[in-house]
T-cell receptor
Framework: DSGVTQTPKHLITATGQRVTLRCSPR?????VYWYQQSLDQGLQFLIH???????AKGNILERFSAQQFPDLHSELNLSSLELGDSALYFC?????????????FGNGTRLTVT | DAKTTQPNSMESNEEEPVHLPCNHS???????IHWYRQLPSQGPEYVIH???SNVNNRMASLAIAEDRKSSTLILHRATLRDAAVYYC???????????????FGQGTILTVHP
């Protein structure tokens, strides 16, 4: 158990809809990262937050947004969903944003868009 | 980000050592070498990381070539539970926009035979 909690585990929704994925980092971790994993693209970095502030952005679509709250949990919002957004979404946390700090991943939210 | 090259797949027998290679010929002096693995239906899991010297922990050993252009992850006695995708990742310690994040490649699929 990594200590990172992601909810829900599974989500099935229709095209055009909006969903929110939630992540609770390990106790004491200030950094949260979001990744998307699809069969054809592998693990893609989306965004990194440190102590409530956005640190880095990857290949995150404009239809997607994220935030980290004062209690350090994070939410990833996906809107105007398309079939191609079906994927596993992972959250990871680390003590800080330092290159030397390992990332601890949750078990993901599997999103299916129909 | 500097790239890594890994074999697509490797096979091993249970209780035998496994040597997983990684080439990173364009590595910079500030890049740390990280290894993660992903078991089926789980998020990635941190294995080990290092800069120049060989490293050991309870999970594995990391052997880094003197010129740092390649490294090898060593599992001393493979178990069935070690069957996973293993990712070799360079993590830039110099900061900038890549600060903190991990960039995953395709990894090596390790199959362990009983």
């Amino acid at each position: 158990d990594s200590g990172v909690t992601q909810t829900p585990k599974h989500l099935i929704t229709a095209t055009g809809q909006r969903v929110t994925l939630r992540c609770s980092p390990r106790s004491g971790d200030l950094s949260v990262y979001w990744y998307q994993q699809s069969l054809d693209q592998g693990l893609q970095f989306l965004i990194h937050y440190y102590n409530g502030e956005e640190r880095a952005k990857g290949n995150i679509l404009e239809r997607f947004s994220a935030q980290q709250f004062p209690d350090l949990h994070s939410e990833l919002n996906l809107s105007s969903l398309e079939l191609g957004d079906s994927a596993l979404y992972f959250c990871a946390s680390s003590v800080d944003g330092d290159f030397n700090s390992p990332l601890h991943f949750g078990n993901g939210t599997r999103l299916t868009v129909t | 980000d500097a790239k890594t090259t890994q074999p697509n797949s490797m096979e091993s027998n249970e209780e035998e050592p496994v040597h997983l290679p990684c080439n990173h010929s364009t590595i910079s002096g500030t890049d740390y070498i990280h290894w993660y693995r992903q078991l089926p239906s789980q998020g990635p899991e941190y294995v080990i990381h290092g800069l120049t010297s060989n490293v050991n922990n309870r999970m594995a050993s990391l052997a880094i070539a003197e010129d740092r252009k390649s490294s090898t992850l060593i599992l001393h006695r493979a178990t069935l539970r070690d069957a996973a995708v293993y990712y070799c990742i360079l993590r830039d310690s110099a900061g900038g926009t890549s600060y903190g994040k991990l960039t995953f490649g395709q990894g090596t699929i390790l199959t362990v035979h009983p």
